[in-house]
């Protein structure tokens, strides 16, 4: 009797936790085709016109070597220079390698593949063309910082196909399991909450400047919208940049609580959306824009997170 009791115990959490892979693998699935979508967005914006001109060098690549340590700026002027006389082949290899792994992505036989080619372009991206997204140099989360690249393969390692069942998202049923997953996002947006208070991001005009900034090339229509966030700015750089990190903290936070797990995805769906603002949608308007910037990656990290099993199917 026991032995058959114990079998029945046995065959149901076997049945539950094959109900609840189902939704894990759909959402899964889901998030790796937008992530495939974005990757080709990506790769259209790299084949522009400008980012086959010396200037892309000089003007995009170069600058983010400024503020690196010398270890890590040698590399990346080195590698400038080596594009720079032959920029139309090499920045016609670098449109294809995000065109294979967009195509990749949205192929499920080659998903694998995909995502483990962007985790390592991904990680050359972040060195050498975003400069590790200004972590050295005291970059805002406005302007992208840990860089936008670096959320390519975060969300590249959470949506790896495993058989991992254990939680009721797609973070906590990665390779990371959910206590990894967890620690992940606390680490991100206590990452966040720190850029925003770095003391050249907290003065007054800080944040005035950086939004201001990113008009030129930009339609009448956003120089218009970064006019009105420059002036709700002005001159409260450290109001704006404190009630921002008290944001992400409690977005770290609350995520940990299970009660306030939606709510905390929610507004960590909101501050996306603000930040992609503040990022002119990632300069696509202007011709000269390589991606979409951080604000779509830190929505599609946020449905990582998000709940897909029923309640009455958890543990």
Known sequence: IERDQSSRRDLAISDRASLQGAP??????????????????????????YMFTRAFVTAALEPTASGNPWLFSRPMLWADHLMIHHIAWWNTLFALIQLLIGLGLLWRPTVRLALALSIIWGVAVWWFAEGFGGVFSGASPLSG??????????????????????????GDASMLGSRGAAALWVLLWGSFALFF??????????????????????????????STMASVLNGRGLIFSIALALVCVAIALALQ??????????????????????????????????????GPLIALLAWTYWPCVPRSLRG
Request: charged share 15%; aromatic share 8%.
């Open 257 to 294: 609580v299970e009660s306030l797990v939606r709510t905390a995805l929610v507004v960590t769906l909101v501050f996306a959306i603000f930040v992609w603002l503040s990022q002119d949608f990632g300069g696509v308007f202007t011709s000269q824009g390589t991606d979409v910037n951080s």
């Open 145 to 170: 910082a840990p860089g936008a690249v670096l959320l390519y393969v975060i969300i590249a390692v959470l949506v790896w196909p495993t058989q991992h069942r254990d939680g009721i998202s797609v």
């Open 24 to 49: 894990l693998r759909e959402r899964r699935r889901r998030l790796q085709l937008v992530l495939g979508l974005v990757w080709l967005i990506d790769a259209a914006l790299q084949f522009q016109p």
């Open 197 to 226: 208070v770095l003391p050249v991001n907290r003065t007054a005009q800080g944040l005035h400047d950086l939004v201001a900034g990113l008009s030129a090339g930009e339609p009448r229509w956003m120089q218009s919208l970064d």
